[in-house]
């Protein structure tokens, strides 16, 4: 098991690598100039060329690149162009509105995505199941953006029973922070709940066709037991893959669900940067993305062994 | 005699009444108190504003920092941390008083050493400082409460740059020492009603009365005269998105925004809670030629852009309704001293034959014409469409390049990239700080004429005779179609029902107002 955990976290790197030289020179490929952004509209071009020196960024691209990477294997994310400050502090600042948004969400999903899909997997072809399914396809297919928009304007504009956005730390007040989060956390969660219940679904279809669920009826189990003892358990071994990538999903998501209910997290800081070709803060971002997806899906190896004892990493 | 003392009763009720409802509170008095919740349209890139021309950091910065000089409601020059000026008859030598009492955040009175710094510090990083250092000889301290400005050549505009409008603010010495001219400021005092609190980046600015503040006597002016912190704290929050800011004033989230749509115009006006501010004057849209290479070297070919728009429809697409826009030939606002209609025949032509004609004497030939705009400004992105579109119809290859601003801003720096492109033109304290109007700037108006008229305009001192001269600058920008004005254009501003005593003018400031709730 360590040897095998020892190895993914080796594959790690040449991964990462290759996603911060992709992001790099893409980046920098994009017409647009920081330096520009900074100085401002009544800026000369001698200004401009001036505050470009004073970034750095008149140097060759390769020799940027070099000094990027070099500075990155020590730790160290640079500085961000437009926040004048270290893009690690940058991120670590913005870092506690996407978890929670992220937490909420998932939440969310959860709520709604397991009992739906049990529901529909213990009765399927019922109208329970055709309406759960209905409800599941909707969720896929609206916009997380979309949806919350529309929250916005009932919840907020029309019936004024939520914030329309805006966000309010835990730290400061929990009931109210999480108050500040009921709406985003819909608008995120409830695409991913769908999801969730489609995979539930179809897993528990299968497993309550398996043998041993016959033999735990026909030993006299109540059927409740058999439900969420016998067939949730095993149902949730490959659900368990599924939240580890929802949990990524939702991290992305989070950059438009941000930007929709003004949430000052992560997501909205990698639109910003992006408008204003902040480049640190572009590469930092999505390596810290790319690093938290890596490690989420390794964690989701892991839990397997949690969850099913009989899977074994050699 | 019960019902002697029920009537006695009913007067003192009444009585009490007449005067409760003429007391000051109820007349609208101003009151202390409240945190104020004001939305910023994005997240400030630094809060020196030295260090950029940016338009929220400034909007942050007039709060907590002041300058030697203001505009007042005509947008006049006034003093504010200056008590007044003397000038040489050469206009060489600026002696500026400085107001004695005057106290920083920290408690230290603000005396000649600290402006003197930062005016030093300003004339290296600002945009504007470095123009008025390039003739700057010397900024030295007369004594403890005078300043002395040295210039290589006479000027009149010396007290025009030192406004915020020049972002000329000054911090205390020891605050200047400490980053110098490489970084932005760290620590941020300055001598404003309100002071800085924190800044936590993407969630807010907040700042609080500065109880210590030395107003000056003078009634409120614009943006000077006597200034009084009214709220007890300020939380500038940034939201980028403009229907977010809407939304979040219409459901008390928030109590004031800046920069609305003008499309939400009517549904705002209709909302029993809310104010709805006309923001005039705020910009004017301007094609800028690419005046250093190609095409528009030629100025019968700019003459003949010039000829061809007509620009009602024009504006009417940019900002739609007719309450937002204007149609106005002058460069400098109908709100200012410096409004003229000179040569108001070459503005708004419309008139596709002389353009022809002009094509023809210019000797064109169908080359393409790359207009770069942006749709992040969609007034920006709006008029061009119209003006590309006036320009096909008149026979001009016209290829209109959308992009992110940050693109734009890129690409105007570099002469091989673009013909024409769209910005906006706010308005300076003095016409000799015209951006547009000088060879440095993107488009490059390198003219020896117009060079040697701003000159002559920075460097006279009577009014009447600057006037003159800058009705000159205004013939030369349209008979040698410099560039091409588009039209003014206003914004919204909207705030609470119970914000009192804003007073409207292009930059958003919220000292001397408060809340009646």
């Known amino acids: ?314 | 005699m019960e019902r002697q003392h029920r009537w006695t009763l009913v007067v003192i009720f009444v009585v009490s009444s007449i005067l409760l409802a003429a007391s000051p509170s109820a007349a609208g008095q101003p009151r202390f108190g409240g945190t104020m919740r004001f939305a910023l349209e994005g997240e400030p890139p630094t809060l020196d504003p030295h260090w950029t021309t940016a338009t929220v950091v400034m909007t942050v910065g007039s709060h907590w920092l002041e300058t030697l000089f203001t505009q007042g409601a005509k947008y006049e020059i006034i003093p504010d941390l200056a008590e007044g000026y003397t000038v040489s008859d050469d206009l060489r030598v600026y002696d500026i008083s400085l107001r004695k009492g005057v106290l920083f955040h920290t408690g230290k009175e603000m005396t000649s050493e600290d402006v003197v710094a930062s005016l030093n510090r300003w004339g290296q990083v600002a945009t504007s400082g470095k123009d008025l250092f390039r003739n700057v000889e010397k900024v030295e301290a007369v004594d403890k409460y005078k300043i002395r400005v040295s210039l290589k050549k006479g000027s009149a505009v010396v007290p025009a740059f030192l406004t915020w409008t020049g972002r000329a603010f000054i911090y205390p010495k020891e605050v200047v020492d400490e980053v110098g001219t490489k970084t932005p400021v760290k620590t941020y005092i300055g001598t404003g009603p309100f002071q800085f609190i924190e800044h936590k980046p993407d969630r807010h600015v907040k700042l609080k009365r500065f109880d210590r503040y030395t107003a000056r006597t003078d009634k409120p002016n614009g943006f000077g005269g006597q200034k009084v912190a009214y709220f007890d704290e300020i939380l500038m929050i940034p939201v980028p998105e403009q229907a977010q800011r809407v939304t979040m004033v219409q459901t008390g989230e928030l109590d004031f925004s800046d920069w609305i749509s003008p499309d939400a115009f009517d549904r705002l006006k209709a909302d029993p809670q809310l104010t709805t501010l006309v923001v005039k004057p705020k910009e004017w849209i301007i094609g800028v030629f690419n005046k250093k290479k190609g095409l528009f070297t030629n100025k019968t070919l700019r003459q003949a852009v010039q000829a061809a728009l007509a620009m009602k429809p024009i504006m009417t697409n940019a900002v739609g309704r007719p309450e937002f826009y204007r149609l106005d030939p002058s460069i400098m606002f109908q709100e200012s001293v410096w409004w003229t209609d000179t040569s108001r025949e070459l503005y708004d032509q419309g008139n596709p034959e002389k353009a022809k004609r002009l094509m023809r004497e210019a000797g064109y030939k169908g080359e393409t014409i790359r207009w770069m705009c942006t749709k992040e400004y969609e007034w920006m992105y709006q008029s061009a469409v119209i003006a590309a579109q006036q320009l096909k119809e008149t026979g001009f290859n016209v290829d209109l390049q959308v992009m992110d601003w940050a693109s734009v801003v890129q690409r105007r720096t570099n002469p091989d990239q673009y013909e024409i492109f769209t910005t906006g033109m706010g308005m300076p304290a003095d016409p000799a700080q015209f951006v547009s109007l000088s060879c440095g700037w993107p488009g490059w108006a390198c003219f020896p004429e117009l060079d040697d008229l701003m000159l002559r305009v920075a460097s006279t001192a009577k009014f009447e005779e600057r006037y003159r001269i800058w009705k000159q600058i205004q013939t030369y920008f349209y008979e040698n179609a410099v560039n091409v004005k588009m039209g003014d254009f206003f914004t919204l501003r909207i705030h609470r029902n119970y914000v009192k005593g804003y007073t409207n003018m292009n930059l958003a400031f919220l000292w001397n107002t408060w809340f009646e709730k």
């Open chain 1, 1 to 314: 098991m360590y040897a095998y955990l020892a190895r993914r976290v080796v594959h790690l790197l040449p991964v990462m690598l290759v996603v911060v030289t992709i992001v790099f020179f893409l980046i920098h490929l994009i017409p647009g100039d920081p330096a520009a952004i900074m100085a401002g509209t009544d800026a000369t071009s001698e200004d401009v060329a001036k505050m470009r020196h004073l970034m750095g960024l008149d140097r060759p691209l390769y020799e940027q690149y070099g000094i990027w990477l070099l500075r990155t294997l020590q730790g160290d994310l640079g500085n961000s162009i437009f926040l004048g400050r270290p893009v690690a502090v940058a991120i670590l600042e913005r870092l506690e509105p996407t978890i929670l948004l992220t937490a909420f969400s998932l939440i969310v999903a959860l709520l709604i995505g397991i009992p739906a899909g049990v529901l529909s997997g213990v009765h399927p072809n019922t109208w329970l199941d055709k309406l759960m399914m209905v409800i599941a396809i909707l969720g896929v297919s609206i916009p997380a953006f979309w949806l919350g928009l529309n929250l916005i304007y009932i919840f907020s504009y029309k019936l004024r029973l939520f914030p329309p956005g805006n966000y309010v730390s835990l730290s400061a007040s929990i009931t109210t922070g999480i108050y500040y989060m009921i709406l985003p956390s819909i608008s995120l969660g409830f695409g991913q709940s769908a999801l969730m219940a489609r995979i539930v679904r179809s897993c528990m279809l299968e497993i309550l066709a398996q043998d041993y669920i016959r033999t735990a009826r026909a030993k006299g189990l109540q059927e409740r037991s058999v439900i969420y003892i016998h067939a949730l358990r095993n149902a949730m071994v490959p659900t368990s893959t599924v939240i580890g990538i929802t949990i990524a999903v939702l991290m992305g998501g989070a950059v438009i669900t941000e930007t929709v209910f003004n949430i000052p997290g992560v997501g909205r800081l990698v639109i910003s940067s992006v408008l204003r070709r902040d480049y640190p803060v572009i590469q930092g971002v999505i390596l810290f993305i790319a690093l938290v997806y890596v490690v989420i899906n390794l964690l989701v190896d892991v839990l397997y062994c949690l969850i099913d004892p009989r899977i074994r990493y050699e």
